[in-house]
């Protein structure tokens, strides 16, 4: 089964081919450099770059996947979550190519695709499991009780992961995306150099919040001099970090204890961060947990993940019709009880 996937949920144009959910047959990503300047994205000239990207990319996705249009099973585009304007772009294309071409059209729900991401990249995971989902956009605990059935145990109520890591970025002028500069500038840094605050909320919950963190490394730098932050970034870089991957790591892993699991994905762009990784799998390791983290190129948004999701629903059934309508604000648990038959039962 052939399926091609397209995102456009934000600021990457991306269309891949998937054989089944576990082959990645091409993966086309292309980045829009124009938000650069901006410090985070522009949510309408990423709607622009989109229409400019994404034919461009599905041709490259066909070809370099040695795919003819003809040989496609189906095509699956993110619904959403994700910015309005931009996911509108993603599946009017989409809705006019299938429709050109006959060819069915399944919906995909963003979060979903991070998923499964960890089943293209891991073919020995099964649930149930651990997903810590963690991206510019979201920071989730999901409990995966089977594939298209998820129990969210919590969410960020304020900053996502990504976007703390991006804003703080921003706040020490070394640029974006903040996450792969602070991880890159961390390597050099004392992570104990300061003592930021971690946030837990409710100990025994899996909520997680990071704007109190933002806000003390923004009252630690208006306390500083220029001369002085410069001197210290690295150290100050690995002490935001650290307090990030600290709570991450506690979280996901009393997640999986309350879950009584053994295994834990860990997805979305946050899932890049090499002290993140390396931490995960140390309390992995002790805990005797399998800790599952696609490689980067799957972990940020990417088409693959949801051509991926779309192969998965495809074969259980789901179909879409012109109908379908964007969902900005989708989440994760309107999937469980959503048939898949003949279409989406979305709310
Ligand atoms: O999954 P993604 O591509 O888009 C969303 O769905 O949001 O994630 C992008 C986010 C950005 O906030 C970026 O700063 C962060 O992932 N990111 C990282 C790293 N690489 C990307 N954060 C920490 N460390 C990294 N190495
Ligand atoms: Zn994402």
Redesign the pocket.
Known sequence: MLILGIDT??D?TAAAVVRDETTVLSNVISSQGIHVEYGGVVPELASRAHLALLLPAIESALQQASCEPDGLDAIAVTYGP?LAGCLLIGLSTVKSIAMAMGKPLVGVN?IEG?VFAGRLADGELAPPFIALV?????TQLVLVEDWGRYRILGNTRDD????A??KV?RLMRIGY????V??RLSRDGDPGFLDFPRTYLDPDGFEFSFSGLKNAIRMYLSGQTEAAIDRDRAHIAASF?EAVVDVLVDKSVAAAAAAGVDAILIT???A???R?RERMTERGAESGLRVVYPP?IL???NGAMIAAAGAYRFRNGQRDGLSLSVQPRARLADLNGAGMNGGTARP
Do not use: K, R, Y
Request: charged share 15%; aromatic share 2%; proline share 8%.
């Open positions: 949920s934000c990457e994700g963003h991070h963690v991206s510019g956009g979201h996502a992961a990504g976007e890591f991006d970025a995306p903040g996450g792969p602070i991880d970090q979305g762009g946050v890049c961060n090499s993140l980067p972990c940020t948004d």
